[in-house]
């Protein structure tokens, strides 16, 4: 299994809503990361995780909360968004931090 | 984190070669180059990345200038697959963990 699979493929939420994306893999990767993608823009890095921890937050606000249970899965869990916040939500992982990346479909996220 | 420069679009037809040239006249001594492409509704992908030498690939080649201010990526002969935005990135060997993401070339490939 070579793949970074993403779910839900599209999600429409509202302000007050609580929500959670979900990313896994099964290629045993230590190292697994969030984007974010805005139309026509280049994916920007939110979190990464190594090894299970948290190891860098790029300042992003609270509303968005990361989480690995395991090391097969990484969720985002989503609570009173913006519609600033509508986006593709990308997953990625990778063998460790030096390797290379392997990204996800992605999640369309509509925040009415 | 050292940027690049990458022209916004370009074009070719197919089973032509395409050059694709990056800028990163800041680069460090620690930083590899770095090439993503993205197609229509799908996540990056990964396709070559290089410190000094030039690289072959199944997907493509690096050629990186001597003094590492530029790169070029090539397709030896292009198809319709590769139409793509490609990111040209560097990457700092003592910061791994991001992957900076520049603003990317758009390649349309015409039959």
């Known amino acids: 299994d070579t793949e970074v699979t993403q779910t839900p493929k599209h999600l429409v939420m509202g302000m007050t809503n609580k929500k959670s994306l979900k990313c896994e893999q099964h290629?045993?990767?230590?190292?697994m990361y969030w984007y974010k993608q805005k139309a026509k823009k280049p994916p920007e890095l939110m979190f990464v995780y190594s090894y299970e921890k948290l190891s860098i937050n790029e300042s992003v606000p609270s509303r968005f909360s990361p989480e690995c249970p395991n090391s097969s899965l990484l969720n985002l869990h989503l609570h009173a968004l913006q519609p600033e916040d509508s986006a593709l939500y990308l997953c990625?992982?990778?063998?460790?931090?030096?390797?290379?990346?392997?990204f996800g479909p992605g999640t369309r996220l509509t925040v009415l | 984190d050292a940027k690049t420069t990458q022209p916004n679009s370009m074009e070719s037809n197919e089973e032509e070669p395409v050059h694709l040239p990056c800028n990163h006249s800041t680069i460090s001594g620690t930083d590899y180059i770095h090439w993503y492409r993205q197609l229509p509704s799908q996540g990056p992908e990964y396709v070559i990345h290089g410190l000094t030498s030039n690289v072959n690939n199944r997907m493509a080649s690096l050629a990186i200038a001597e003094d590492r201010k530029s790169s070029t990526l090539i397709l030896h002969r292009a198809t319709l697959r590769d139409a793509a935005v490609y990111y040209c990135i560097l990457r700092d060997w003592d910061n791994t963990d991001k992957l900076i993401f520049g603003t990317g070339t758009r390649l349309q490939v015409f039959p």
């Open positions: 990625a992982s990778s063998q460790d931090s030096e390797n290379e990346q392997f």
């Open positions: 290629m045993g990767h230590r190292a």
